[in-house]
């Protein structure tokens, strides 16, 4: 039990420093976001497919939205998305904002 909260903190601790240990998949699944966004299917939440079709040629549109510096250009002012910014996407090394983003636009 204790070994194996140990190794638990250590692996958590080792994630958050080693900033190119995620790939975009990866960081898509464990930050949660696998649980709105499908792959090619819009519901409540916009398709990957739908966010590489918006944000085509427009990179530093979908960054920006991420780090909460500017509306989406799908749905404009984010609702759900503002948490999801504030606590996560904001908080990600550049490393790992990057292979996030590539991720997004690779559909
Ligand atoms: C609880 C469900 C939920 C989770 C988890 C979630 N999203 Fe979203 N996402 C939404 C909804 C709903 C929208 C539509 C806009 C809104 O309501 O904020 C959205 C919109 C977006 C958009 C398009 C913004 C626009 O308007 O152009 C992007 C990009 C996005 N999400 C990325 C992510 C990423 C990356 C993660 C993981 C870090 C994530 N989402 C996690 C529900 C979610």
């Not at 601790?13 to 464990?30: H, P, T, V």
């Not at 949660?32 to 944000?55: E, M, N, Q, R, V």
């Amino acid at each position: 039990m204790r070994v194996g909260l140990f190794f638990t903190i250590l692996l958590l601790i080792s994630n958050s420093y080693d900033g190119k240990a995620q790939s975009g998949e990866a960081l898509f699944k464990s930050k949660g976001c696998a649980g709105c966004h499908s792959k090619g299917f819009d519901t409540f939440a916009p398709s990957l497919k739908t966010i590489s079709k918006s944000y085509f040629n427009r990179r530093g549109d979908l960054k920006n939205f991420l780090l909460g510096n500017s509306p989406g250009l799908i749905y404009k002012e984010p609702q759900t998305m503002k948490n999801i910014i504030n606590n996560i996407t904001k908080k990600l090394s550049h490393s790992e904002l990057e292979a996030l983003t590539d991720y997004l636009l690779a559909h």
